[in-house]
């Protein structure tokens, strides 16, 4: 039975930490949502761990920075994981060996400032890397210079490593725009070779678990995707709180009870259902 909480205030203190998702969650990429400011003040003042578990492909560092800059506290997060920073983790400890990337990336400059203290090249060209790093893309762009790497690269048989494997992301004003794990998913699909880092997939989650130094405690996800958020704490055994205000926003239109419309959202998508829902994080 899924619970319907008026507030994160009504359970948070039954869990050890709780982590949360970033866009959708605390933010619509230009502004804090309206109660999620004061929520998470409150519940940090109360002794509440609280983290941040996004699947961007940026390091932890720029995203940490991002949330600071919307007006929360520098020091309201005792950790910031980003799938960005789970596979810079893992080239600079020598689990992944590629070392000539070309990188698709949201803005300009991104990937340089992602691989600062990496041993890597990246190069423009799909038929001179070693693998494609799929790490964001500019809202509106034309798909054509992305569908020509990746075509490259299927042919050419190189990995994809993505490090966004959210299908859409919220934006402002309730609009959702595509995002990388869409074309991973059809990369695959078209039998390509894809690495995901991040949410829903278990080591991202037993990576922020670890960090914490609660491999074996009671751990709260906040997130608005089912597929990512809900699916992937639920693997990892942890409790979900799905916030309905997010990517899912448009659905959550009054058209239908909120429980017939979060059924059918998870049905659509194969995910589990969450053990909590919030209209918005408060």
Same mark, same amino acid.
């Given at each position: 039975?899924?619970?319907?909480?008026?507030?994160?205030?009504?359970?948070? $203190?039954?869990?050890?930490? #709780?982590?949360?998702?970033?866009?959708? #969650?605390?933010?619509?990429?230009?502004?804090? &949502?309206?109660?999620?400011?004061?929520?998470?003040?409150? +519940?940090?003042?109360?002794?509440?761990?609280?983290?941040?578990?996004?699947?961007?492909? !940026?390091?932890?560092?720029?995203? @940490?920075?991002?949330?600071?800059?919307?007006?929360?506290?520098?020091?309201?997060?005792?950790?910031?994981?980003?799938?960005?920073?789970?596979?810079?983790?893992?080239?600079?400890?020598?689990?992944?060996?590629?070392?000539?990337?070309?990188?698709?990336?949201?803005? $300009?400059?991104?990937?340089? $400032?992602?691989?600062?203290?990496?041993?890597?090249?990246?190069?423009?060209?799909?038929?001179?890397?070693?693998?494609?790093?799929?790490?964001?893309?500019?809202?509106? @762009?034309?798909? @054509?210079? #992305?569908?020509?790497?990746?075509?490259?690269?299927?042919?050419?048989?190189?990995?994809?490593?993505?490090?966004?494997?959210?299908?859409?992301?919220?934006?402002?004003?309730?609009?959702?725009?595509?995002?990388?794990?869409?074309?991973?998913?059809?990369?695959?699909?078209?039998?390509?070779? #894809?690495?995901? &880092?991040? !949410?829903?997939?278990?080591?991202?989650?037993?990576?922020?678990?670890?960090?914490?130094?609660?491999?074996?405690?009671?751990? +709260?996800?906040?997130?608005?995707?089912?597929?990512?958020?809900?699916?992937?704490? !639920?693997?990892?055994?942890?409790?979900?709180?799905?916030?309905?205000?997010?990517?899912?926003?448009?659905?959550?239109?009054?058209?239908?009870?909120?429980?017939?419309?979060?059924?059918?959202?998870?049905?659509?998508?194969?995910?589990?259902?969450?053990? &909590?829902?919030?209209?918005?994080?408060?």
């Amino acid at each position: 039975m899924v619970r319907r909480l008026d507030s994160l205030a009504d359970i948070a $203190a039954g869990y050890d930490a #709780v982590v949360l998702d970033q866009w959708g #969650v605390l933010h619509d990429g230009s502004a804090p &949502y309206a109660g999620a400011l004061a929520s998470l003040d409150a +519940l940090e003042s109360t002794g509440t761990r609280l983290a941040v578990l996004s699947n961007s492909g !940026k390091r932890a560092a720029p995203n @940490a920075a991002r949330i600071a800059a919307m007006g929360f506290a520098p020091d309201l997060f005792e950790l910031v994981m980003t799938s960005g920073e789970a596979l810079w983790q893992d080239i600079a400890g020598g689990l992944v060996s590629v070392r000539r990337l070309c990188a698709i990336e949201r803005s $300009a400059g991104d990937a340089t $400032a992602w691989a600062a203290g990496l041993d890597v090249t990246l190069t423009d060209s799909a038929e001179e890397a070693e693998a494609v790093l799929l790490m964001g893309l500019s809202d509106g @762009a034309s798909p @054509a210079p #992305v569908a020509e790497v990746l075509d490259t690269a299927l042919a050419r048989g190189i990995p994809v490593l993505c490090t966004n494997p959210d299908r859409a992301s919220p934006r402002a004003g309730g609009v959702t725009v595509g995002s990388p794990g869409a074309l991973a998913h059809a990369h695959a699909d078209a039998g390509g070779n #894809v690495r995901f &880092y991040g !949410k829903p997939h278990l080591p991202v989650f037993r990576a922020v678990g670890s960090a914490l130094g609660l491999t074996s405690g009671r751990i +709260l996800m906040v997130g608005d995707s089912l597929e990512h958020d809900v699916a992937g704490a !639920k693997d990892a055994g942890w409790d979900a709180v799905f916030v309905e205000g997010g990517l899912h926003a448009a659905a959550f239109d009054g058209s239908a009870p909120p429980e017939t419309t979060l059924a059918r959202l998870a049905a659509a998508t194969g995910a589990p259902l969450p053990d &909590y829902t919030l209209p918005e994080l408060c």
